[in-house]
């Protein structure tokens, strides 16, 4: 079998090596999608921009209800799979995927933001879509537990920091719900939960300089 880099798991049965220090756990629960997708309240006029697809779990059930899914994804063997997943159906034109880093591109219009995140970018990329014109309509994000309970700390609290501040004063934050690291694949070391935010429309007249 030969040994595999750090951080990479295998998964003989989909065929696909996820690498885990990218980030890459994959929501398996349907359950778990089906909640998010619910909680994201979709219309069929909706423009939604996901990311880290992974092999579209969540893409697929948001393909169904959406007039379209712009998914930005970094590995090009999970594009693949993400294609292929797609191929020769009616969702496939539906679907778009932007390859490579969300973090370094300029991201397109959308309504909602819906995305199972790779940790690691939870903050920069929380700061670019809060500075994202026009305005969206709302983002449900999967997080890291301690980061979405940073997010929505009261003041005075324990988590309450710069973190929670910035966030708080261009968005409102909801903590949504809990998830089990069991319900991904493979299973991330930490506990998850589901956040929604929304952006103040307009901002609050502050400079923020």
């Known amino acids: 079998r030969g040994a595999l880099a750090p951080g990479v798991t295998a998964l003989s049965a989909a065929g696909v090596l996820f690498n885990t220090g990218a980030g890459q756990h994959i929501l398996k ?15 069929r006029t909706d423009v939604i921009l996901e990311v880290g697809p992974g092999t579209g779990n969540l893409t697929v059930k948001m393909l169904e209800k959406v007039k379209k899914v712009i998914a930005c994804e970094i590995d090009p063997r999970l594009v693949g799979e993400l294609q292929k997943r797609v191929q020769g159906t009616c969702l496939a034109n539906k679907l778009e995927i932007k390859v490579g880093d ?3 591109t300029d991201l397109p219009f959308f309504d909602a933001c819906v995305a199972n995140l790779p940790y690691q970018i939870s903050s920069p990329f929380v700061f670019k879509l809060l500075l994202h014109r026009p305005f969206f309509r709302c983002a449900i994000l999967m997080f890291q537990r301690e ?11 324990k988590l309450y920091c710069r973190l929670s501040i910035n966030t708080q004063l261009l968005a409102r934050v909801d903590h949504l719900m809990k998830v089990g690291k069991n319900n991904f694949r493979p299973p991330p070391k930490v506990e998850s939960s589901v956040v929604r935010i929304e952006p103040k429309n307009p901002p609050p007249p502050i400079n923020f300089q």
């Open 29 to 43: 629960n349907p359950l778990v999608v089906n909640s998010i997708i619910e909680k994201a309240a979709l219309r």
């Open 147 to 157: 980061f979405a309970l940073r997010l929505v700390a009261k003041p005075g609290t």
């Open 102 to 104: 969300v973090l370094k």
